[in-house]
């Protein structure tokens, strides 16, 4: 019998900007089929035309005679609420260029330039406040809260002369925070509804009053900022304020809109730009391989999500487009959101390409309304990135992002977590020990001559190392959990975990066993290696980062017990609720139990000979809400952990090896090929050798240490293809992301890998 095919019925088209989830429900797909099936589209329920087209879009947008101010540009309440008839968003010429011409010269780019300095020093101020969290391990950043957002306020109150978040009177920061407050609560929208909350109602109430009190303090006493300007503004010999626009809340309606324009849109444009490089990991690397294209990536973040998604117009005369008649005083919605993405004037528009040739983009408006403070915008999210990308390095989505519940006109967010750390340091070119030769290479490592200043006996067959930089210069920031190389001449460079202080920034202190079947590290170490020789380190990098928890349950066995020292020392400052089980085969093989002491019953010492082997049931058995399960040592107890821990929550077991975890048959057996983007380079790896191998007999250095996947030095970032991870070190997430890998021992699954090299 034949079948029947049945053609799928096509969905209703229904644009609606008003609906709670528009904006996270693929607006974009709902553009695309406005722009083929209904360019112009009228919305029934809400009495409105929307234009979607580029060419459609930008003409309405130049044609300020048919397509008129004087309702408004919003397409809900705030239009009249928020911005007052009569302010400049309502305004048509010549009365709109009248007034703009007052404000145009605080905002042309050669005066906005003059405020470079200052902006760079907000974004740093910011960022200092949070770059520490990466050092030596993943940190965790809120990028729409602790950049994108504060940023254009604190700009914006300097603009104004508004007291900064530092200001010395109590009084002074009070107001700011109201005013922050504020700002937040205007965007209050009863859900699915044009309408203003009666909080969106109160805080418009107060922000309106903020800026006419404001321009009352500055008639009284002038300073140098945007206010005073204003004051004293005239108009041929006429005065601006109190004659030409006729009320002070006309003003302060002006200021509202520079207010909400210049934080909101450059919040949305610097919260996109960061979300953009983190879901293409490939333009970030383009990015930070050559700074020159930040501009572009400016420009292409607000082409492709434009903050402004919509803005409104009233004809003033009948007009005919694609057939479809708009009469005279009909309330059309421009959509520069839609027009950016058409493919009728860009190529490949839904791609986030930072090197798509430059061409004109509807992202900031056109025609008398375009946006007066692009340029403060341009420079702000120029700064924020060129401040904070090389701190993020690589950094990777924490969480989903939330929106900020905002009008139906903007595209912002809310939170944007991110991790970064590890390899969150600019990358550069240095020479560094590479197994037994010196080379020069792009790296993100620190290597560094170190002085032995103490080698101490801590059990048997175990010594502690103190290492001061040879220089006494500080040494980088490590937290719990981070290793380093030991790079040594004449034997091989080796990888102990840090067991110090991360608090002292001049030493490190290493824990070394002997281990008499290995390559030879260790019995120099023990052997030969004295107070006053000279080492190298390199590093610290964190594969075993410790997570912040209300409560811990350590394992260590025998040497493991050196990561976990610094975190039974952080666990106990901040005050969690934790355990160490410490096994080892006799006491007096048993490294730090005088330090160990100190915690009392916290800790248990469990010498085998003494009490058997670790009771893991009874450990592990039954899994305990908010536990973090942490473990290093060897092998056979790690396995025997992970075996424990299968049913725990998913991320509650963290274990480090010191050797390579056992591994399964690789997932192919055939040669594959690897694309070294930025080598220009393909090279084959044959099934008996590594990429590493390969790799470097091609002449592209890459760092590499342990050669085993254990120490993470060799990672490399993969921008296509999917590896088949063989390593010791990323975690089962990590993996699965697949957007980097070890490659020393982990090979491909797919017949091609592109590496970022
Ligand atoms: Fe150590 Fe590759 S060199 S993981």
Not at 51 to 79: H, K, P, W, Y
Not at 300 to 320: D, F, G, H, K, Y
Request: hydrophobic share 40%.
């Amino acid at each position: 019998m034949a079948e029947t095919a049945t053609a799928p019925l096509a969905t209703a088209l229904d644009y609606d900007p008003f609906r709670p989830d528009f904006y996270t429900s693929d607006p974009f797909g709902t553009y695309r089929r406005m722009r083929d099936e209904a360019p112009v589209y009228w919305s029934e329920r809400w009495g409105w035309y929307a234009l979607t087209r580029f060419e459609d879009v930008r003409a309405a947008a130049l044609d300020a005679d048919t397509f008129r101010s004087f309702e408004g540009m919003d397409i809900d309440d705030s239009r009249l609420e928020q911005v007052p008839p009569g302010s400049i968003g309502s305004m048509d010429n010549p009365r709109h260029d009248e007034v703009r011409s007052v404000v145009q010269p605080y905002f042309l780019p050669r005066r906005i330039a003059q405020l470079e300095d200052g902006i760079r020093a907000v974004v740093r101020e910011l960022v200092d406040s949070w770059r520490d969290r990466g050092a030596g391990g993943r940190g965790t950043v809120d990028l729409a809260q602790e950049l994108a957002w504060p940023m254009p306020f604190d700009v914006f109150f300097h603009l104004m002369g508004l007291p900064s978040r530092h200001d010395d009177d109590p009084l002074e920061r009070a107001r700011r925070d109201q005013l922050e407050h504020w700002t937040h609560e205007l965007k209050d929208r009863v859900p699915g509804t044009p309408h203003l909350t009666p909080v969106a109602r109160a805080a418009t109430a107060g922000v309106q009053q903020f800026f006419i009190d404001l321009l009352e303090d500055r008639r009284r006493a002038a300073r140098d900022d945007l206010v005073t300007a204003f004051v004293n503004a005239d108009i041929d010999g006429v005065p601006f304020v109190g004659e030409r626009v006729t009320t002070e809340s006309e003003v302060s309606g002006l200021m509202m809109i520079l207010f909400l324009g210049g934080v909101e849109s450059t919040a949305g444009l610097t919260g996109t730009l960061f979300e953009l490089l983190a879901e293409n990991p490939d333009q970030r690397a383009l990015l930070q391989a050559d700074p020159s294209l930040v501009p572009a990536a400016v420009e292409e973040a607000m082409r492709l999500i434009t903050p402004l998604q919509l803005t409104a117009r009233t004809t003033s005369r009948e007009v005919t487009l694609h057939g479809v008649t708009i009469p005279a005083g009909g309330r059309v919605v421009l959509i520069p959101g839609a027009a950016n993405r058409d493919e009728r004037q860009f190529p490949d528009p839904d791609a986030f390409d930072i090197t798509r040739p430059r061409g004109r983009h509807l992202g900031f408006g056109e025609g008398v309304h375009g946006c007066l403070g692009a340029p403060l915008a341009r420079l702000e999210a120029r700064i924020a990135l060129e401040e904070a990308l090389p701190v993020l390095g690589d950094y990777q989505p924490a969480g989903p992002p939330t929106f900020y519940p905002s009008s139906p006109n903007m595209y912002v967010w809310k939170n944007l977590p991110i991790t970064f750390g590890r390899d969150g340091r600019r990358p550069h070119v240095e020479a560094v020990s590479h197994r037994t030769t010196t080379v020069t290479l792009a790296t993100t490592e620190f290597e560094a001559e170190a002085l032995v200043v103490a080698k101490r006996e801590e059990a048997d067959g175990v010594v502690s190392l103190s290492l001061r930089e040879a220089g006494d210069r500080p040494l980088p920031a490590w937290g719990p959990g981070s290793h380093v190389d030991l790079v040594l001449d004449g034997a091989p460079t080796r990888q102990y975990s840090l067991c110090g202080d991360p608090a002292d920034h001049h030493g490190y202190r290493l824990g070394v066993l002997r281990d008499p079947d290995g390559r030879g590290g260790s019995r120099y170490v023990h052997d030969r290696l004295a107070v006053g020789d000279r080492v190298r380190v390199r590093g610290p990098r964190n594969n075993f980062p410790l997570v912040a928890s209300p409560r811990y349950l350590f394992i260590a066995g025998g040497i493991g017990i050196t990561p976990v020292l610094p975190m039974i020392r952080a666990a106990e400052a901040a005050g969690a609720d934790w355990r160490l089980v410490y096994g080892g085969r006799r006491r007096a093989s048993m490294a730090f139990l005088d330090e160990l002491a100190a915690y009392g019953d916290r800790v248990s010492v469990r010498p085998q000979d003494e009490t058997g082997l670790l009771d893991l049931d009874a450990l592990l058995g039954t899994p305990q809400p908010d536990t973090l399960v942490y473990c290093c040592g060897p092998e056979p107890l790690l396995a025997a952990v992970e075996q424990r821990c299968a049913g725990w929550p998913h991320a509650a077991l963290h274990v480090e090896r010191f050797a390579p975890r056992p591994q399964g048959e690789p997932a192919r057996t055939e040669a594959f090929e690897v694309d070294l983007g930025r080598s220009e380079l393909t090279l084959t790896v044959p099934p008996d050798r590594s990429i590493l191998s390969v790799v470097e007999e091609a002449g592209v250095g890459v760092l590499s240490s342990c050669a085993e996947g254990t120490c993470g030095t060799c990672e490399t970032a993969v921008l296509g293809g999917v590896p088949d991870h063989r390593d010791s070190v990323l975690t089962d997430d990590e993996r699965q992301a697949n957007d980097c890998m070890m490659i020393c021992v982990s090979r491909a699954r797919t017949d091609r890998l592109v590496l970022d090299l």
